[in-house]
Each structure stands twice: as structure tokens, then as C-alpha cells.
Nanobody, 126 residues
Framework: QVQLVESGGGLVQAGGSLRLSCEASGRTFSIYSMGWFRQEPGKEREFVAGITWSGSNTRYADSVKGRFTLSIDNAKMTMYLEMNSLKPEDTAVYYC???????????????????WGQGTQVTVSS
């Protein structure tokens, strides 16, 4: 079992910044990669960004490239999502997930992620 706890969401004006954190615990040695997804009411959960547990590779959705940056601190078992130049369309509940599949790439598919956090709300006002 892997437990994930997100933090750092909140309300920010357009153009502002937020940093989300996702702390992992439990059988973290089994994690291949971690990812952030977001979900608006009535919509599918969509991939935002992912990073291998080693921190050596990252992947971003086109909508956030150049604005969001992922990093991981293995000592703290925590993944960070630095979000800059936020837009109203970034408003959503953000979830972190852990992917145990060792396929050699960072998946953007929700079903690949076996464990999820409880989510944290990000609201960007115009």
C-alpha cells in the first residue's frame, strides 16, 4: 500500500503562483512514477504532469508546459508542483497519483495509477 497526501491548494489571482505538495508513505519503493491530474466538476480527470520516482524524467501536458514545474525530494518522499502564470482554466481539484508499472515511460492514463491522494482545490480568479 502507498498513501498519498496532497497540500498547497488555495485561491489565487490570474497570473499568480501556487506550489502543490504530495507526500508519499508506505511501500514507496514500489513506485515507478508519480503524477498530477486535475478534475473539474462534471469532467474527466486529466493528466497534468508526471515524474519518475528517481526524478530523472518528467512529462507535461501541453496546456501547462512552460508554466508548471515538477520536482521530487526522495529524502522527504515528496513531489512538488510549482505552478506559475496561473489561468482561470487551471481551476480544478488536483490529485496526485502513484504508478507502480515499470513500463519505462510516464503514463498520462488515469488507470495506470494505482494510488491516489484525496485531492486539493486550486481556484484561479480572473
Amino acid at each position: 500500500q502507498v498513501q498519498l497526501v496532497e497540500s498547497g491548494g488555495g485561491l489565487v489571482q490570474a497570473g499568480g503562483s501556487l506550489r502543490l505538495s504530495c507526500e508519499a508513505s508506505g511501500r514507496t519503493f514500489s513506485i515507478y512514477s508519480m503524477g498530477w491530474f486535475r478534475q473539474e466538476p462534471g469532467k474527466e480527470r486529466e493528466f497534468v504532469a508526471g515524474i519518475t520516482w528517481s526524478g530523472s524524467n518528467t512529462r507535461y501536458a501541453d496546456s501547462v508546459k512552460g508554466r508548471f514545474t515538477l520536482s521530487i525530494d526522495n529524502a522527504k518522499m515528496t513531489m512538488y508542483l510549482e505552478m506559475n502564470s496561473l489561468k482561470p482554466e487551471d481551476t480544478a481539484v488536483y490529485y496526485c497519483g502513484a504508478d507502480l508499472n515499470r513500463l519505462g515511460f510516464i503514463s498520462s492514463v488515469r488507470a495506470s495509477y494505482a494510488y491516489w491522494g484525496q485531492g486539493t482545490q486550486v481556484t484561479v480568479s480572473s
